[in-house]
Nanobody, 124 residues
Framework: QVQLVESGGGLVQAGGSLRLSCAAS????????MGWFRQAPGKEREFVAA????????NYADSLKGRFTISRDNAKNTGYLQMNDLKLEDTAVYYC?????????????????WGQGTQVTVSS
């Protein structure tokens, strides 16, 4: 089992920045690809970004490229999502996810492990 705990969410003004963290425990973090997803009220959960085990590959939702950056520090068993120039439409609960298969994380289906989510609210 892999336990994932997100942190770093909160209230921020439009145009501001936040960095989310995802702390992993239970198994060797570097054996898992990880990703970030988000779900806004009344909407389906959507893919944000993914990063491979050794950070050699990353994927982003097209609409978020250039504003969001995913990274990881395997020595600290932690993944990150840097979010810049935040917009009202970025308001959502953000979830960290992990799976041994990078393609599964990118696809967003049947991902094995999920965190509990952290709320990000962008105000005008």
């Amino acid at each position: 089992q892999v336990q994932l705990v997100e942190s770093g969410g909160g209230l921020v003004q439009a145009g501001g920045s936040l960095r989310l963290s995802c702390a992993a425990s239970g198994r060797t973090f570097s054996n898992y690809a990880m990703g970030w997803f988000r779900q806004a009220p009344g909407k389906e959960r959507e893919f944000v970004a993914a990063i491979s085990r050794a950070a050699s590959s990353t994927n982003y939702a097209d609409s978020l490229k250039g504003r969001f950056t995913i990274s990881r520090d395997n020595a600290k068993n932690t993944g990150y999502l840097q979010m810049n120039d935040l917009k009202l439409e970025d308001t959502a609960v953000y979830y960290c996810a992990a799976d041994a298969n990078y393609g599964v994380v990118v696809g967003g289906n049947k991902v094995h492990y999920w965190g509990q989510g952290t709320q990000v609210t962008v105000s005008s």
